[in-house]
C-alpha cells in the first residue's frame, strides 16, 4: 500500500523541525510515497519562507528542491485530480490545496499522512478517506 505525503510531513526531510524524526522514518518504510505534484511547489514555498527567515541557508534550499521529487515512488499531475479536488473543495468548503490529496487519498485508497490538522480534520470528513498524524 503506498502512502500520501503532504507538504507538512516532506518539508521536514529537509530542514529540522519538531517531528523531523518521524518524517524520516517514512523514507525508511516499506510503503511507496506518492503525492500530487503540487508537493514539490509546498516544499519550495516552505523551504522558501525559512530562507527568509534565516532558518535555512539558500543554497539549502536549492539543493533540497533539486532532491526532493526523488523522495516519491510517484507524483500526480493536478490534471488528473483537478475535477474530483474541486468536488471535494465545494462539498467540505476546504481550500483546494488539500483537496488534491483528498483526491489523491480517494483514488488510490490510501492513507494520507500529514502534520495539518486541518487537512486531517477534512480527510476524517470524508468517507472512506484514512488520515494519519505524523
Request: hydrophobic share 50%; proline share 5%.
Amino acid at each position: 500500500m503506498s502512502l500520501i505525503v503532504d507538504a507538512s510531513v516532506a518539508v521536514k526531510w529537509f530542514s529540522e523541525e519538531e517531528q523531523s524524526d518521524l518524517a524520516e522514518t517514512l523514507l525508511a518504510g516499506m510503503e511507496p510515497l506518492i503525492a500530487p505534484d503540487l508537493v514539490i511547489a509546498e516544499i519550495g514555498n516552505a523551504l522558501w519562507k525559512k530562507v527568509t527567515r534565516k532558518l535555512l541557508q539558500p543554497r539549502q534550499a536549492v539543493s533540497a528542491m533539486a532532491d526532493a521529487p526523488s523522495f516519491f515512488e510517484h507524483l500526480v499531475p493536478l490534471g488528473d485530480l483537478a475535477a474530483r479536488a474541486t468536488e471535494i473543495a465545494i462539498e467540505l468548503q476546504h481550500p483546494i490545496y488539500d483537496c488534491f490529496y483528498l483526491a489523491l487519498a480517494e483514488r488510490e485508497r490510501a492513507p494520507i499522512v500529514s502534520a495539518d490538522g486541518k487537512l486531517l480534520a477534512a480527510a476524517k470528513r470524508m468517507k472512506g478517506v484514512e488520515g494519519r498524524r505524523l
